[in-house]
Each structure stands twice: as C-alpha cells, then as structure tokens.
C-alpha cells in the first residue's frame, strides 16, 4: 500500500503545480506595491513559522497519549479540555487582543503554547492536562489575534481593500499548506528515521514558534480594536453579542464558521482510527503531509477564485460545503458495501484507500475555506470588536466538540461522521441564506440612503 500513498501524493502535487503555473496570469492582474510586498512577506514569514509550530503537533497528540498508555475515552477527555479551555478562558484571553493589543495576544499565543509543548514530556495525567488547557487558550489566539492585526495593520497603512484577499490566500497556501506538508514530514522523520519518539515534534515545534516571536517582537508595531478607555471586558461582549443580534450576516457567518470548524475538529480526532480500526501500522507523518497538500490544492484553487469577480466568495462556498459534506460519508459507505478485515496489524486496508481518499476531499474543501472566510469576516465584522467577535464565534464550535468527544465511546465512529456530515450539508444551507442577503444593505445603510436621496431631490421627500 505505500505505492498507494506515492501515487496519491504525487497527483495531488501536480494539480497543484498547474494550479500555481496557471494562475499566474490572474494574480498578475493585480499591481500592487513594493511596501505592501514588504508587509505581506512579513506576515506570511510569521504566519508560517506560527502555523509550523501548529502543524508539527497535530499527527502526533493522540499518538503520543496512546503510547503513554491512555485509553480512547482518557485521550477523548484531554481533548475536551483543550476545547473546553479555548472555549471558556481563550475567549477571554483572545477577547482582550481588542483592548490590550494584537501584537502582544500573538506574543501571548507563541509563550502558551512553547508551554504546551514542554508538558507533552510528562507521561502523568494531570500535567498533560494543564499542557491541554494551555493549548486551548493558544487555539483561540491563533485563530483571531493574527487575522485581527492583519486586518488592521492593512488598512492602517494605507493598502488597497482587494489586496487582503492576496495575503489570505498567500498565507494559507504557505502556511496551512507547504509549512504543514514539510511539518509532516519533518515529523515523520524525527519519530521513524531518527527514532527520537512522539514527543519530538512537540520540541521542534517550541524552537519554530521562538523563533517566529522574535520576529515578531523585532518588526511588528501594535494595534487595537476600540481604543475607549472606558470599556471593560463585560462591555466588549455585550458589544460583540449586540453586533452579532443585530445583524444576520454576521450571525450566519458565526454558525457556518461553527458548523464547519466543529466538524473540521472532530475530523482530527477521528481520522487516525477511521484508517487503523484493526491498529494497522499507517504512515501518521506522510498521511498528515497527503492531508495538508490536498489542503494547499484547495487554497490554491481558492486563490483564484478570489482573483475574479465572479462567482462572489459567498456563491461558490455552497458547494464546497456540499462536497465536503458528502466526502465525510465515505466511511458510512465503505461499512455497508467493503466487508470488514478482521486480520490484525498490517498496512491500511482497502476500505481504508477509499475513505483517505474522501479525506482528501475534504481536506482541500478546508483548504478553500480559510482563505474565504477570513475574506467574508473581513468583509462583515466590524474592526473595533473583530477578535471578541471572532472569539464568540468560537464559543459554540468547542461547544460541539466537547459535546461529542464526551460521547466518544458511546456512539459508533460512523455515526460521528454521520453527524459531521449533516452538520456541513446545515453550513450549506445556511451560506445560501448569506449569499441572498450579502448585497442587501442594513436597515440603517437604508435610511442613510434614502436621506442621500432626499438632499439630493427634494421632490422625494415625504
């Protein structure tokens, strides 16, 4: 089966050659400047060295708590806290980047998680338990306080609006994508070739997110969301919670991003048994590096995308929640029409080539995913509560999780997918709802206009 793995990876890394080749001509249409180019590497430099730090972990957190003994529910219940961390004490960490500075939330997040990292040392429960809630609180900053400075960063120098979606789309081909193939590997290669064990990762990891906060210390100025003194943290949210009540784009965008994300962390959980149901010996590093260049082919596709005027980011969104909807049923398929291997051990089965491939799918509709969200939340949230915003977004997606790795032992892992899949057809759904209205404008957008147009023909008044 390890010719299997070659030939997968080597297609999906030619697509995503000619992707690139020919998606030059597009991104070329966009003249932009030799400060913005400056800006924009930086940015990318950092974003990766953050996401590397990210990357290298992630095939090898529930590999190294098994080899340390831990049951499937003991390993279920440090996710949990992980999620259930970032839920409640990173919401309000990464709530306070608005008040207390961007920069020094993303300082906050390389220091927790260089933490984190150090506790995957320990073998004893407790201790991984606190490395758990550390690296839930460093999830929530990475996912808000780096796109919030970003943002604001962009436009307090001046840049043009269109060009944020190259650095979005740039940053995750980069660092979603080529940093994470390279982490997967790297990973494999410290685990099997060096024979260093699982916790090696998590070593590289600390010495990447060092060297991306002294970069960051060296070369980023701060920026803020609402500069009132007078606001507290309680303020910020019933802020946040108002913005999101009163306006339903930003509501709809904060349950797709909820839908999707849930199921893109439970998919984490999930796949190492979905491919070794029998403990066969599969790749970790290499199927992760499969899974992340799939992710850098959906980027890239994404890309594009965005270069053009149309299809509008909130049209073609619909159907990759379709697609990713229906790849996360393949496991559900191959359990009713590929008979069962109960032979123990030995490479991945055949059941098991059909659901990496729908893995696969998956993985690259995430691939389109970020960078379009992150162009709609630029789009929609307002500047002055973006990471709060962001951060309540984020409070009903560990919600879900922590609900469902609860339940990890009760239910079958086909159901789980089962509910993963219908909760990516809802996000679909719901994304219709959003483009229908996305060129609506806000009942106060209405009155403005039509006292536009009073001033401007008088005869119009009532």
Not at 13 to 19: E, G, I, P, T
Not at 267 to 283: C, K, M, R, Y
Request: glycine letters at 8%; charged letters at 15%; one cysteine or more.
């Amino acid at each position: 089966m390890e010719l299997f793995y070659y030939v997968l990876f080597g297609a999906m890394a030619a697509v995503v050659a000619v992707l690139e080749l020919g998606g030059k001509s597009n991104k070329d249409r966009i003249t932009t400047s030799q400060a913005f180019n400056s800006f924009k590497n930086n940015y990318i430099l950092v974003y990766s060295l953050m996401m590397a730090g990210d990357w290298l972990q992630g095939p090898y957190v529930y590999y190294l708590y098994s080899t340390y003994g831990f049951s499937k529910g003991d390993i279920g219940q440090l996710f949990i806290a992980g999620f259930g961390s970032s839920m409640l004490f990173g919401t309000i960490v990464g709530s306070l980047a608005d008040k207390q500075g961007r920069k020094r939330a993303c300082v906050t997040y390389c220091i927790t998680y260089i933490l984190s990292c150090i506790t995957k040392h320990s073998p004893q429960y407790k201790v991984l338990m606190v490395g758990r809630i550390l690296g839930g609180i460093a999830t929530s900053l990475l996912f808000s306080s780096f796109e919030s400075w970003l943002v604001a960063e962009h436009f307090k120098r001046g840049f043009e609006s269109q060009w944020l979606s190259l650095t979005f789309s740039k940053a995750i081909f980069v660092g979603n994508g080529l940093v994470a193939i390279i982490a997967g590997l790297f990973g494999n290669f410290l685990v099997d070739s060096l024979n260093l064990g699982p916790v090696s990762p998590f070593d590289a990891a600390a010495c990447f997110l060092a060297i991306g906060m002294a970069v960051i210390l060296s070369s980023w100025s701060e920026n803020y969301g609402d500069p009132s003194e007078s606001k507290d943290l309680l303020t910020q949210f019933k802020g946040a919670a108002v913005a999101i009540a009163s306006d339903e784009k930003i509501a709809l965008l904060g349950a797709i991003q909820s839908l999707f994300e849930g199921s893109m962390y439970t998919f984490v959980f999930l796949w190492t048994p979905a491919l070794s149901p029998n403990d066969e010996d599969i790749p970790h590093g290499f199927i992760f590096a499969t899974f992340m260049l799939a992710s850098m082919l959906g980027s890239s596709f994404a890309a594009r995308l965005m270069a053009k005027n149309s299809p509008k980011v909130e049209s073609y969104m619909q159907i990759v929640f379709v697609v990713s909807s229906a790849s996360l049923l393949l496991p559900i398929l191959t359990t009713f029409l590929v008979p069962p291997s109960n032979v123990k051990g030995g490479g991945i089965s055949f059941a098991g080539s059909i659901q990496l491939l729908g893995f696969c799918t998956f993985e690259s509709c995430v691939g389109i995913f970020w960078p379009s969200i992150m162009k709609m939340r630029s789009q929609y949230i307002p500047e002055e509560a973006r990471s709060t915003i962001m951060n309540f977004f984020r409070i009903p997606l560990n919600l879900f999780v922590c609900i469902v790795l609860y339940n990890v032992n009760a239910f079958p892992i086909t159901v789980m997918f089962g509910m993963c899949s219908i909760f990516l057809f809802v996000a679909s759904i719901l994304q219709r709802r959003l483009a229908a209205i996305a060129d609506k404008p806000k009942a106060e957008d209405w009155t403005a206009m039509k006292e536009r147009d009073t001033e401007a023909d008088p005869l119009n008044a009532p």
